[in-house]
């Protein structure tokens, strides 16, 4: 069974803090992927990773950073924490028979 | 530039009786996805259909995809209450196979 886990379910954080959101994959898997997701807007696509140190902007990147030094490990940093950026967060990885993404519990980021 | 969007938001129905969820999109897919999730968890793949087939099975799930119409429709029979979640549509980026581009959601509570 392929395994996303994420560092946190649950994190609060003050205005102006640097935030790091952690999520590794076990399944050898290319590509990660991270979402934030709110009510009535579904998931947004922040940032993903096709490879080793490389990486592409989604549709929300602004405010956020990512690093991918390993392949199983993929990074969410927020650099100065906002109360906009309280939110779900959701880690997947891309694999599997029907190359479905495989998701995260997801950390559910608070801060004030 | 969400892609997907579910009808209807929310759908309320008895243990038993089957459930009926759509989603349109709007540019060209190589294929589309029906995810769930649970409250307060991370999304589960249910189910890929190919942009050149019509309809695809599994377990008691059906999903439809018309093409020229730019809809899919997720229908799950004989409901149990274990069913109460969150349903998703995903579509493909057209060329870039690897994004997925996520709908709102159907929360479908059923009854037990």
């Known amino acids: 069974d392929v395994k996303v886990t994420q560092s946190s379910r649950y994190l609060v954080k003050r205005t102006g803090e640097k935030v790091f959101l952690e999520c590794v994959q076990d399944m050898d898997h290319e590509n990660m992927f991270w979402y934030r997701q709110d009510p009535g807007l579904g998931l947004r696509l922040i940032y993903f990773s096709y490879d080793v140190k490389m990486k592409e902007k989604g549709d929300i990147p602004e405010g956020y950073s990512v690093s991918r030094e390993k392949k199983e490990r993929f990074s969410l940093i927020l650099e100065s924490a906002s109360t906009n950026q309280t939110s779900m967060y959701l880690c997947a990885s891309l694999g599997g028979f029907f190359y479905e993404q495989y998701f995260g519990p997801g950390t559910r980021l608070t801060v004030t | 530039s969400q892609q997907g969007e579910e009808d209807p938001q929310a759908l309320s129905i008895q243990e038993g009786e089957n459930a009926t969820m759509n989603c349109s999109y709007k540019t060209s897919i190589n294929n589309l996805q029906w995810y769930r999730q649970n409250s307060g968890r991370g999304l589960v793949h249910l189910i890929l259909?190919?942009?050149?087939?019509r309809e695809k099975h599994s377990g008691r799930l059906r999903v439809t995809l018309d093409t020229s119409k730019k809809s899919s429709s997720l229908l799950i029979t004989a409901s149990r209450a274990a069913d109460t979640a969150s349903y998703f549509c995903?579509?493909?980026?057209?060329?870039?196979?690897?994004?997925?581009?996520f709908g709102t959601g159907t929360l479908l509570a059923v009854q037990p």
């Open positions: 259909i190919r942009s050149n087939e």
């Open positions: 995903a579509t493909d980026w057209g060329g870039a196979t690897n994004k997925l581009i």
